[in-house]
């Protein structure tokens, strides 16, 4: 008889928009540290309206966690507001790290 094999946590894809004092303040590059370190792939960018936009794609205990830490940010961010939005799998597909992308 063979093990049952462990159930796979279900994947999935998360865009966030963040607001406050989120620019200019090293958010991107410690959001991209976080995410790298809770092995999500993805990206972030700032927007042209001064929010940041994060798409990033795990499993959701992971996901859970990058949101916690999106809602305090770097020590210079003062976090006013983050929406989550559940997508589907972007098409193409989210890169296999987590990057930092140009201003939209």
Sequence with gaps: ???AAAPVAPVQT????????VQGVGYREACVREARRLALAGW???R???????LA????ERLTRLHAWLRRG???AHVVRVEIVPQEPPEPPAPQTFERRPTE
Aim: glycine share 10%.
């Design 1 to 3: 008889m063979t093990p």
């Design 14 to 21: 998360w865009l966030v928009r963040v607001s406050g004092r």
């Design 44 to 46: 972030v960018r700032n």
């Design 48 to 54: 042209s309206d001064g929010t940041v936009e994060v």
């Design 57 to 60: 794609q795990g499993r959701v």
């Design 74 to 76: 770097p020590p210079a």
